[in-house]
């Protein structure tokens, strides 16, 4: 083996270690996949046989069983929320091994990967929230402090959505991945970029808390009105991070006075907030399979004959064409309703063309 090729093994191999330690940061998320059974939760080795934890998270998990079956919901949701939201993308959120999360792509500091890390910070600190408004935990509860008259003529009571205790779990959860080895300043761009993200995908919530209202009074009057915050449903927080991925902001990193920070590539567009979103990688067409960026191409994808937008034919099948064939489907039909009470229904089958990238 002659030098160069010695040096570009070394540097093969440097690569694979800095991107695998790069992809962790997400890893704890199959922790969502995990089976384990509420019943084993309150054993300590609970913990243990979560897949994807770092150290750190074991401790947290540890301290805190009784919240740990919320952030496994969390990390579902997210998931969940993630692939709804780009259901009719190139990037469809999929995963092809259960291990390696949404492949390659989260290893690089991309748009899509800057969505992950917020959806799934978001998505435990709802999780975690929603718990303690239920009563299911014995750490938290209701916001009590929103309370008393309002200016608006009503009157703050009820259960208010605890966000900070959920928020405040996050924060220590999700982010503990990137507090290792904080020393180093290797791969310190990236630990900016998604800590950033996290915080990004938290801020999302709290943004966008409700105030939720019930009337009391002579039937319904509504003489008396008490209200309470609320969160929005996560299928809303979903859609704000995803506008927030269709703006965000490429950075890089540049050392001030020894501290790394993350400033805009383009230093004509406007600084990102605390709300915005940052990627440090651009993206890959996703159009053909490369297992170096994590695309699994569009071959055999839907796509719509109609549509201009990226689910149409033309942007999703990146000019290749498609192949249109005709299935059938069965509805349900001509239903009627037998007093009392059932419903039966006929089944009906349909043709529809369905048409799939080449
Ligand atoms: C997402 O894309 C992959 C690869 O192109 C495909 O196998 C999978 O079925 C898609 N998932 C959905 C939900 O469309
Ligand atoms: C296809 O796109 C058109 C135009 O955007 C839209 O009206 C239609 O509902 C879409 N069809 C499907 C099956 O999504």
Redesign the pocket.
């Known amino acids: 083996m002659n030098r160069l090729d010695l040096l570009s093994l070394l540097l093969g191999v440097y690569v694979l270690l800095y991107l695998t330690s790069v992809a962790d940061s997400i890893k704890w998320l199959s922790l969502a996949m995990s089976s384990g059974a509420t019943a084993t939760i309150s054993s300590a080795n609970y913990c243990d046989s979560l897949v994807g934890l770092v150290k750190r998270q074991r401790r947290i998990c540890k301290k805190n069983l009784e919240v740990m079956e919320s952030v496994k919901l969390g990390a579902h949701e997210a998931i969940q929320e993630c692939q709804y939201q780009f259901k009719n993308r190139r990037w469809n959120c999929s995963m092809v091994d259960p291990k390696s999360l949404f492949g390659n792509v989260l290893k690089l500091g991309t748009r899509e990967a800057s969505f992950v890390h917020a959806i799934s910070a978001a998505g435990v600190a709802h999780a975690v929230t929603r718990a303690c408004s239920s009563g299911k935990l014995t750490k938290c509860g209701c916001d009590r402090t929103v309370k008393g008259p309002s200016k608006d003529g009503f009157e703050w009571s009820g259960c208010s959505d605890n966000i900070a205790y959920g928020i405040a779990f996050s924060k220590t959860f999700v982010d503990a991945r990137e507090k290792k080895s904080k020393k180093s300043g290797k791969n310190a761009g990236r630990r900016l970029m998604n800590l950033h993200n996290n915080e990004a995908g938290r801020l999302a919530i709290e943004q966008n808390m409700k105030v939720e209202c019930k009337c009391h009074g002579v039937s319904g009057s509504c003489e008396l009105r008490t209200c309470w915050r609320a969160m929005a449903p996560f299928r809303e927080v979903g859609a704000i991070i995803k506008e927030k991925f269709d703006g965000a902001t490429e950075v890089k990193s540049v050392m001030t006075k020894n501290h790394p920070r993350l400033v805009p590539t383009n230093p004509q567009f406007k600084p990102h907030t605390k709300y915005d979103l940052v990627y440090l990688v651009a993206s890959p067409d996703f159009c053909e399979p490369d297992p170096k960026t994590g695309s699994f191409g569009t071959k055999g994808r839907v796509c719509?004959k109609?549509?201009k937008?990226i689910d149409g034919c033309e942007l999703m099948c990146c000019g290749r064409g498609y192949e249109t064939r005709k299935r059938k489907v069965v509805d349900r039909c001509f239903c009627k309703f037998h007093w009392c009470c059932y419903v039966t229904c006929q089944e009906c089958e349909r043709e529809i063309e369905e048409h799939t990238c080449k």
Do not use: D, V
């Open positions: 719509n109609t549509s937008a």
